[in-house]
């Protein structure tokens, strides 16, 4: 009983075979600066080019509005701060949403406390985020819209193209974190009006420590790293070789299966959402039925502590999450269930269950079976869970 279950790909994802074996000659046998003048490093900087061109294709973007940073929490931070800094002088008021990823929503915090003004969007009960309310908080000075593309908790996906074509409206930058979308949905940055885009390679079976910032063409930004000239000047260190060749063949594999690998990750995953809701009582699922990433399953489970699901699941090889990577160890719930309007008790027994094109349904049935299992264990330990059946006689089925 030794199995390893790997359900949490929304955290991060195996590399795939074909992005290491890009990545390996770039440690050992063409380990020169890409930045080098002899010949030597020429392979190097070819390959930095090679991904920088598929990663911008895959976009629909210019290979010259692609520059590399070292994860998308660092996309995030420079897009933000760089934007605010940049636009200033037109105004001192950004919009973003209570569901952002902690990446933007902090750095949203940092510009507070530095004489920005933050406007942070509701959204509806399944994480949608409304263009309406978006055109809505449009006021004379503001000079940023950043967005998620699709949410890393609930797996809801974004009526991005409209948010886009409101930003474009009245002349505001828009920027979006699409690090859970990247590689798994299409995307295209001139028809969805994108001006500012983070992804991260480990997110897509590319390597850890590597991400991007697109960048529209004619933007003023400043640099994020101050330093060397690489990426234009406007990000300074020496280039991660080995993991932007990774990053970039991750990507393509990524973009040229698309389409078959959201078809199979969507089907298991309906699979999966129907055999909970149908199998376990007092269950809801988070996010939009249907308008979710293929990969991205959320429940809560009423009566139960998230945690104490993960622990147990853990013990038999599977590994899930409450949500969010960030919100472990701490107590409080996450800020994406409270914004669905979710009370407290009922979004700590969360639990998010991310696919990948790899997953059986074999794998499925047994891990639906022990949540099964699990969660019935621990409601039967639970005063509360005693306490509610007694009153309702077990009538009411819908957690929340
Ligand atoms: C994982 C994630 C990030 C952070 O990316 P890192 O490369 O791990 O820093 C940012 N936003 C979203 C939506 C994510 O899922």
Redesign the pocket.
Known sequence: MSRLIYLDN???TQVAPEALDAMLPYFTEYYGNPSAIYGFAGKAKGAVEEARRILAEGIGAKPEEIYFTG??????NWALKAAAEAYAAGGKHIITTKI??H??LHTAEYLEKNGFEVTYLDVDEKGIVSPDAVKAAIRPGTILISV?M???EIGTVEPIREIGAAAKEHGILFHT????AFGHLPIDVEEMNIDLL?A????LNGP??V?LLYIRQGLKLRAFLHGGAQERRRRAGTHNTPGIAGFGKAAELAFRNMEQRAAYETKLRDYLIGRVLTEIPYTRLNGDRENRLPGNASFCFRFIEGESLLILLDQNGICASSGS?CTSGSLDPSHVLLAIGLPHEIAHGSLRISLSEKTTKEEIDYTVDKIKEIVERLRNMSPLYEDFVKKSDGKDREAG
């Open positions: 929304a955290a991060t994860s998308g929490s660092e996309s995030d952002e990823h990446a933007v998620m699709a949410n890393n974190d699409a690090v859970q983070s991260s390679a480990h997110k850890k420590g991400g990577a």
